[in-house]
């Protein structure tokens, strides 16, 4: 569920809206897809982690948690290390840790040290990664930014569809260890996708313009903007949208990380368990730009809260019935159905918070909508999983992510209702118009006047 960071830049350098910037997109496209299904991908391993430490399903699912908590709650750290040092230099460190965790971790002699190196580490590495790689992709494009977005979103499905079955077979021939060698030196790519990422510089001055800027008097330096604009939170409707998206996160990441036990347990192959990812992340791929485009509309887009809302009714009321799926052809619907809802989540979530906030605010809001996510996503998963070790039994698993998923959707719906919708801006809205309206009048009274 990957958001997007808004980036000024320089007021003096325009977006060149293709160019390098294509490569730009490339580098994006695959940084977003190894920071969202790293987390999930890695999930095939927990059956051969709990073999080999004898731990049970609450403790593996810590290292999924780990790294999505890494990866939302440490937007304001990267904002800070973007501002000091720039984009390119903390990507390709940001690879190499992403690196350096998994080659660790390779090595590991208890679960706690997969925790650290895998969690901590690998996921400090990708969020060094992910955020600068969307400040950069926001400075190259302006007016096919929302086509460049949807495009590098996108990374996230396809590379779960890949990720998966790599990390099966890299298990089933060389060991968990082996796999997180090899895992580690994939991540490498992370620095070459930092390489790509050159710097916009602005258009060289003119001898006239120099003169003009010597002659003029100096301007006083401008004010610094605030890393995170916490004023936020007196909107009733960015609050109830922050409670709604937390105990969203609490449910919603649950299956990906189980569906694969869950196929293992009724007796399932490991590489045809594994493969359930890989549908759930290609029908993903689909519903995501899809999901988009509906929203887009005319219709839909004044409602766009209701579609969300939607959205999460659908994929919670997807993981209660899944939950009665004893075959495997029953968890293959679940995936396709459970990837469908979780596309139309993942395309929505950002656009509902911008219509909320407005674009202003959207930069400072969505850092801290991840940090509140952050705390969700750290006990959903292991919440989950104690639930496992207590029952031995996925239906109240998968059951009680689905009610909180549809919870969410209450509580986001009844307060768009109650409080979203009841805006101040809207008089401002009704004066806008009517300030058209005007406008538009007074040219119908000039143009008889221009043919005399």
Request: proline share 6%.
């Amino acid at each position: 569920m990957g958001g997007a960071v808004v980036d000024d830049g320089a007021p003096a350098v325009k977006a060149p809206d293709g160019g390098w910037g294509w490569a730009v997109l490339v580098g994006c496209f695959v940084i977003t897809g190894f920071s969202y299904a790293f987390p999930k991908a890695v999930s095939v391993f927990f059956k051969e982690l709990i073999r080999e430490y004898g731990v049970g399903y609450s403790d593996t699912a810590w290292i999924s948690s780990i790294l999505l908590a890494m990866l939302y709650g440490t937007g304001p750290l990267c904002s800070v290390l973007v501002n000091r040092y720039g984009c390119r230099p903390v990507m390709m460190v940001g690879g190499l840790f992403a690196s350096l965790g998994m080659i660790l971790a390779s090595f590991a002699t208890s679960i706690l040290h997969i925790y650290l190196c895998t969690g901590v580490i690998t996921g400090l590495g990708l969020a060094l990664n992910f955020q600068p790689s969307l400040i950069m992709l926001n400075r190259y494009f302006s007016e096919k930014r929302p086509l460049a977005n949807g495009l590098a979103a996108a990374g996230s499905p396809v590379a779960l569809c890949c990720l998966s079955p790599l990390g099966q077979v890299l298990q089933h021939q060389y060991g968990w260890r082996g796999g997180f060698l090899i895992l580690g030196g994939l991540l490498l790519n992370c620095c070459a996708c930092g390489a790509l990422m050159r710097p916009l510089l602005p258009p060289p001055k003119s001898q006239d313009v120099e003169k003009k800027e010597e002659e003029e008097p100096k301007k006083p330096p401008a004010a610094k903007k605030r890393l995170l604009d916490f004023s936020v939170f007196k909107d009733r409707g960015f609050l109830i949208y922050t409670i709604a998206a937390s105990v969203m996160v609490l449910g919603l990441f649950v299956p990906p990380v189980f569906v694969v036990s869950y196929a293992k347990e009724l007796g399932n192959e490991d590489t045809k368990s594994a493969l359930l990812l890989t549908i759930l992340g290609f029908v993903d791929i689909f519903a995501r730009p899809t999901s988009g485009l509906i929203a887009g509309t005319k219709w839909v887009r004044p409602r766009c809260v209701y579609m969300f809302s939607f959205a999460m009714i659908f994929n919670g009321c997807t993981d209660i019935i899944g939950s009665q799926a004893t075959t495997y052809s029953g968890l293959v619907v679940f995936c396709i159905f459970f990837g469908i809802s979780y596309g139309m989540v993942g395309a929505l979530q950002f656009e509902v918070l911008m219509a909320i906030v407005g674009t202003e605010k959207f930069s400072s809001a969505i850092g801290l909508v991840l940090l509140m996510e952050a705390i969700a996503v750290l006990v959903g998963p292991p919440g989950a999983g104690r639930l496992l070790d207590k029952t031995h039994n996925y239906k109240y698993v998968f059951g009680l992510a689905g009610c909180e998923v549809v919870l969410s959707a209450i509580i986001i719906a009844v307060g768009n209702c109650l409080c979203i919708k009841k805006k101040p801006q809207e008089p401002q809205a009704k004066l806008e118009m009517v300030a058209k309206y005007t406008e538009k009048e007074r040219l119908n009274r000039e143009k008889p006047d221009s043919h005399q």
